[in-house]
């Protein structure tokens, strides 16, 4: 649980390369639907554009479709879930599978700081990598190190969207920390988006470590 542009795709990827995780971000697979130009990825852009959250039962979908595609041990969710509906949705389907979440990492920063950040940001539009102007610049200019595609700005990352998303994590996903927080044999990790990259990983990892995960 983050707020936007606070750091957990760039943490999710260094965990999933560090302990070997996959990595299943909603805003990579709802931002795939939306680059295929079908109908239900215009409905969604409409939603992402205008930063608000894409209705319960279309990620709802999505993401169990994602998750049985997945299944394998060793999974890192990332942006999912969101809501408190999405969550028990989430439950449901984990019991049914006899599987439960292990850990949950609750990561915050300054919403000064995260406007800093975004408005920094390009990404890959083709393997979603993320880099940033001034922190974590591409080996070239523009061109993502991984696939080689051209970096772009967010449509979602323009300065009045990113404050209308922080303000929907304010209202729809800061209850689901309390929905998490405090049930028996979930752990939920809290980090200080604020440091480096690196020192935000250091913080992480050893949280981890201390709960027997990862070394
Ligand atoms: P999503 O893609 O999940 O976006 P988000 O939550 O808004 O988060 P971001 O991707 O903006 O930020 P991040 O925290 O991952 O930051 P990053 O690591 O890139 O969702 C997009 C949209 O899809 C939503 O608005 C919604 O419409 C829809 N959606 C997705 N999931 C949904 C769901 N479950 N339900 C409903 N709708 C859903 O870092 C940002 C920048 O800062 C980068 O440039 C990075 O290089 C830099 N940076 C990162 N960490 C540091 C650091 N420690 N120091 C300095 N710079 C840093």
């Known amino acids: ?76 969710l990332d942006g999912f879930p969101r809501t408190v509906e999405q969550a028990k949705a989430l439950d449901d389907q984990l019991a049914a599978a006899g599987k439960a979440l292990d850990v949950v990492v609750v990561m915050d920063a300054d919403p000064a700081l995260i406007v800093r950040r975004i408005s920094g940001r390009r ?20 061109v993502c190190d991984d696939c080689g595609t051209t970096l772009v700005l967010r449509e979602d990352d323009r300065e009045e969207v990113v404050r209308q998303r922080l303000e929907t994590y304010r209202r729809q996903t800061e209850p689901v920390i309390a929905y998490y927080r405090g049930r028996a044999g979930l752990k939920v990790i809290d980090v200080d988006g604020a440091g480096t990259p690196k020192a935000v990983l250091k913080s992480l990892a050893a949280k981890l470590a201390e709960l027997g995960l990862g070394s």
Do not use: W
């Not at 795939?32 to 039962?57: I, N, R, S």
């Not at 990404?123 to 523009?142: A, F, I, M, N, Q």
């Open 123 to 142: 990404s890959c539009p083709k393997c979603g990598r993320v880099y940033h102007t001034e922190t974590l610049k591409p080996r070239k200019d523009g």
């Open 1 to 76: 649980m983050c707020p936007p542009g606070a750091g957990k795709g760039t943490q999710a990827k260094q965990l999933t390369d560090r302990f070997h995780l996959r990595h299943l971000s909603s805003g990579d697979i709802l931002r795939a639907e939306k680059a295929a130009g079908t109908d239900l990825g215009k409905t969604l852009g409409q939603y992402m554009d205008a930063g608000k959250l894409v209705p319960d039962d279309v990620v709802v979908k999505v993401m169990a479709s994602a998750l049985s595609a997945n299944n394998a041990a060793g999974l890192l």
